[in-house]
């Protein structure tokens, strides 16, 4: 080497040396050595959000037939615009006056989509299903580089535990409305409907899937040195975890049943068939 020259600097790794491939991991030339059908949970999960999404999306657009006596959709509930339609003693607040001319239904859905975008295992199974990051267990993902959730927007998702309360308060909210369920046009209770099982069906899944949250698990337990010396804070603490064993179960079940409750309401508010009346 010639005196007073320097040393040429060593190449950058091109993308394929990062993550899986950087210097130090096992040098496997295969993707994976997965031999089941890995790519199907993923996918499966990937449609049936965007299902979902594409349905909520039109129904918080479409600002009708979201309100069939003694039935509220859980897509407008509260219904906080001055443009909603009147109705008998449900939560109709009228907070943003005749300036909004748009679905009212947009002021509500933020609220719990929020909870549900942040929810712990609706991150993995939207992380998994349209961006690969990962695929699916032992499958390498497609991207050369990793920040977590320390950046923004991921950053954002920190916001959860403050989603919990709202969420709590929403259920509260259809807890009323399915009350109403139980009460006839004229206001009459007594009522009891199709719609009233339906209405029912989804708030019990909607505050299983609530209760059974990582922070409303943690509220109750967490930061304790000795459950020994809170007995109570212990018995909600074991009550949530049976629920968040199941959390996975619960975070579909319900989905549907708001999706399944709200195409209800549409289908006897627009016309399509009468509501079959029990007593």
Partial sequence: MATGTTPAAPP?????????????RAAITAPH?????????????????AAFVGYSTWRAFANADYYAAPYVSPFYSPCLAHNCVPMKG????????????LSPALLVLIFPLGFRATCYYYRKAYYRGFYAAPPACA?????????????????????????????????????????LGFRDTHGAWGHMGL????LLANIALIWAYTLSCHSCRHIVGGRLRHFSRHPVRY?????????????????WSSLISVGIA?????????????????F
């Fill in 12 to 24: 950058a790794p091109s993308p394929r040396d990062r993550g899986v491939r950087a210097p130090g």
């Fill in 33 to 49: 050595l997965r031999t089941d059908r890995w790519w199907l949970p993923p996918l499966v999960t990937a449609l049936g959000l």
């Fill in 90 to 101: 449900g939560a109709d607040w009228a907070l943003f006056g005749p300036w909004w001319g």
């Fill in 139 to 179: 499958v390498a993902e497609p991207h050369a580089k990793y920040t977590g959730e320390t950046r923004f927007p991921l950053i954002l998702q920190n916001l959860h535990r403050y989603f919990f309360y709202i969420a709590l308060l929403v259920a509260g909210i259809l807890t009323y409305d399915t009350a």
């Fill in 195 to 198: 719609g009233t099982l339906v």
């Fill in 235 to 251: 018995r909600l603490w074991s009550w949530v975890g049976v629920l968040n064993r199941r959390h996975m179960l619960l975070a």
């Fill in 262 to 278: 709200d195409l209800y309401v549409y289908l006897v508010a627009s016309g399509a068939f009468d509501d079959p009346r029990f």
